[in-house]
């Protein structure tokens, strides 16, 4: 049986869980539909925000299983990104350096850009560490 390595954090799930009236553990774990939910209801009226502190670690295990570990740290990624994303720090980390520079001179697409990898980021992480994987 193949050791599943991990890819998010208990740590950093509990962290943004903290914000988690945004959605933003919700989005950490690949869950963008129930994190634009919380979003824009406030974690549930604050209900399903309470619920999340005893699901983050099954949360945590789901997100381990479905996204690809590799040399790009998915913890790193979405802490960049929750906390500088309008200036595009999350995308030079990817290497992303043009579209890093678009974020940085238009405040994260005007607010689009930031939502749209709070969708993809995920996603984005996992090409990456799969193009490397199979380079390296």
Request: charged share 10%; glycine share 14%; net charge positive.
């Amino acid at each position: 049986m193949n050791a599943v390595r991990d890819t998010h954090s208990k740590v950093i799930g509990y962290l943004l869980w903290l914000f988690g009236f945004t959605g933003a553990h919700r989005f950490y774990y690949g869950k963008p539909l129930t994190g634009t939910l919380w979003f824009f209801t406030l974690g549930l009226l604050g209900i399903g925000w309470f619920i999340d502190l005893f699901l983050i670690p099954s949360m945590d295990r789901q997100a381990d299983r479905r996204y690809v570990p590799g040399p790009t740290d998915y913890s790193v990624a979405w802490l960049l990104l929750t906390f500088l994303g309008f200036f595009g720090i999350h995308r030079f980390y990817l290497g992303k350096l043009g579209t890093g520079l678009l974020y940085l001179l238009t405040v994260g697409l005007f607010g689009l850009g930031y939502l749209y990898d709070y969708w993809t980021l995920n996603s984005q992480i996992s090409e990456i560490n799969h193009r490397a994987n199979c380079n390296g």
